[in-house]
């Protein structure tokens, strides 16, 4: 099925990474064949949360925050769906960081693209949980690769860089293929700088190191990916790539009862529940 839509309204800054991550996600649903009216984007707010405007798919715009329990309503409503969740780092770290612990723990299949440039683009500049401890905040940073690793769950944890195009496109595919098959949430970081207000492009570039450049480095091991991702980071790096990745079945394949249908594949005429709105009535009438 061919993509048509190739809608250039955007709000965003020339220059933003934020193209990269929309246009990679383009180019990845379309050689994956995946049709449009089979593909979901929900987003928060923030510069990064009108992502789903320029995507030709179902698309939903939630409240600041809110994005994780929006998509995994639709990911049991109807698990069929292609389902890919996006936001900034204040959506997703700040406001929506108790959404993105919980969601690490359900693992729902869908993708979870978060778009890290380390400040409220939108409200123009304010600092979010991963600005660095020196850009003007008496907090330390925030680390949702760690924080996904520390969660026995979590089957998909990735970092990819807007300055690293081809490295971000692979992950991109590995994120999409890995909800497709039902094997969970897959949590994909992905460093865009704000050029206007927080350029980090020079910086993250002489920074990021790919994990997967070690052909020892073993992305299956969940305590030496950790150890990995610890010693990187304390030395000044970014550690990226595909970081780790974990067997589990996803929620809704989990809790459905053998035999269950769906919500959205139920039939919607009323005669097909009389008989069961009759029983539950008779029920109460005793
Ligand atoms: C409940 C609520 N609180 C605060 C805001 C204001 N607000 C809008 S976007 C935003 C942060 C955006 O930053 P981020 O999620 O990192 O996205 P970016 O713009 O950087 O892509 C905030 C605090 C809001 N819209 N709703
Ligand atoms: S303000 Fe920053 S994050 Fe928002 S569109 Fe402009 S460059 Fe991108
Ligand atoms: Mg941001």
């Given at each position: 099925?061919?993509?048509?839509f190739?809608h250039?309204?955007?709000?965003w800054c020339a220059?933003?990474g934020?193209?990269g991550?929309?246009?990679?996600?383009?180019?990845a649903?379309r050689?994956l064949?995946?049709?449009p009216?089979e593909?979901?984007?929900l987003?928060?707010?923030?510069?990064?949360?009108?992502i789903?405007?320029?995507?030709?798919?179902?698309?939903?715009?939630?409240?600041?925050?809110?994005?994780?329990?929006?998509?995994?309503?639709?990911a049991l409503?109807?698990?069929?769906l292609?389902?890919?969740?996006?936001?900034?780092?204040g959506?997703g770290?700040?406001?929506?960081a108790?959404?993105?612990?919980h969601?690490?723990?359900?693992?729902?299949?869908?993708?979870?693209?978060l778009?890290?440039?380390?400040?409220?683009?939108?409200?123009?500049g304010?600092?979010?949980?991963?600005a660095?401890?020196?850009h003007?905040?008496?907090?330390?940073?925030?680390?949702g690769i760690?924080?996904?690793?520390?969660?026995?769950g979590?089957t998909?944890?990735?970092?990819?860089?807007?300055?690293a195009?081809e490295?971000?496109?692979r992950?991109?595919?590995?994120?999409?293929?890995?909800?497709?098959?039902r094997?969970?949430f897959?949590f994909l970081?992905?460093?865009?700088p704000c050029?206007?207000y927080?350029?980090?492009?020079a910086?993250?570039?002489?920074?990021?190191?790919?994990?997967?450049?070690?052909d020892?480095?073993?992305?299956?091991d969940?305590a030496?990916?950790?150890g990995?991702?610890?010693?990187?980071?304390?030395?000044?790096?970014?550690?990226?790539g595909?970081?780790?990745e974990?067997?589990r079945?996803d929620?809704?394949?989990r809790?459905m009862v053998?035999?269950?249908?769906a919500?959205a594949?139920?039939p919607?005429?009323?005669?097909a529940?009389?008989?069961?709105?009759?029983d539950?009535?008779?029920e109460?009438?005793v």
């Amino acid at each position: 099925m061919t993509r048509t839509f190739d809608h250039t309204n955007t709000i965003w800054c020339a220059g933003c990474g934020h193209f990269g991550v929309r246009n990679t996600l383009v180019s990845a649903l379309r050689d994956l064949e995946v049709p449009p009216h089979e593909t979901m984007v929900l987003a928060g707010i923030g510069c990064s949360g009108t992502i789903q405007n320029n995507v030709e798919a179902y698309g939903y715009h939630a409240l600041h925050g809110r994005v994780l329990p929006a998509a995994l309503g639709v990911a049991l409503t109807n698990p069929h769906l292609t389902i890919i969740a996006a936001g900034g780092d204040g959506d997703g770290y700040a406001i929506g960081a108790g959404h993105l612990v919980h969601t690490f723990k359900r693992n729902p299949a869908m993708v979870y693209l978060l778009m890290n440039n380390a400040v409220y683009g939108l409200t123009k500049g304010q600092d979010s949980p991963t600005a660095t401890p020196s850009h003007e905040t008496a907090e330390q940073g925030m680390d949702g690769i760690s924080l996904g690793l520390a969660l026995p769950g979590t089957t998909f944890l990735a970092r990819a860089f807007t300055g690293a195009p081809e490295q971000m496109d692979r992950l991109m595919r590995a994120a999409l293929i890995h909800s497709q098959q039902r094997r969970g949430f897959a949590f994909l970081e992905i460093l865009s700088p704000c050029v206007t207000y927080n350029d980090t492009y020079a910086d993250w570039a002489g920074r990021v190191v790919d994990l997967e450049a070690d052909d020892h480095y073993d992305r299956f091991d969940r305590a030496k990916a950790f150890g990995r991702v610890h010693e990187v980071s304390e030395g000044g790096g970014i550690p990226t790539g595909l970081i780790f990745e974990g067997a589990r079945t996803d929620m809704a394949t989990r809790i459905m009862v053998k035999g269950a249908v769906a919500p959205a594949h139920q039939p919607t005429d009323v005669d097909a529940h009389l008989d069961g709105y009759r029983d539950l009535m008779a029920e109460y009438a005793v």
